[in-house]
């Protein structure tokens, strides 16, 4: 199973964003689904998550400018980011819990760097 993150880039402060993260290969569930953000010298970070059943919650520094969203059909999860501030530019990190026939593990994109400049 690998998930594959897309959708990074820069942009000026006040615009928009949207990455979006799909799972592909052999797997059963997919359970929580997040995105986290490492900033540089900082630590990573979760700035939302959305259950299974659809439940959501976001880090206080992204509410009311993030919404996160899934789509199990297609296996994927996506964040889309108004509003952008300077200090949201960070590596953005997508990661789910997934059942295979083996186990349930945790696994991670490979990171979609987000600029925002002022």
């Known amino acids: 199973v690998q998930l594959q993150a897309s959708g990074g880039g820069s942009v000026q402060a006040g615009g928009s964003l949207s990455l979006s993260c799909v799972a592909t290969?052999?797997?059963?569930?997919?359970?929580?689904m997040d995105w986290y953000r490492q900033a540089p010298g900082k630590q990573r970070e979760l700035v939302a998550r959305?259950?299974?059943?659809?439940?959501?919650n976001y880090a206080d520094s992204v509410r009311g400018r993030a919404t996160i969203s899934r789509d199990d059909a297609k296996k994927a999860v996506y964040l889309q980011m108004n509003s952008l501030k300077p200090e949201d530019t960070a590596v953005y990190y997508c990661?789910?819990?997934?059942?295979?026939?083996?186990?349930?593990?945790?696994?991670w994109g490979q990171g979609t760097l987000v600029t925002v400049s002022s």
């Open positions: 290969g052999s797997l059963l569930e997919i359970m929580d």
């Open positions: 959305i259950t299974s059943g659809g439940a959501t």
């Open positions: 990661q789910a819990d997934i059942a295979t026939l083996d186990a349930v593990g945790a696994y």
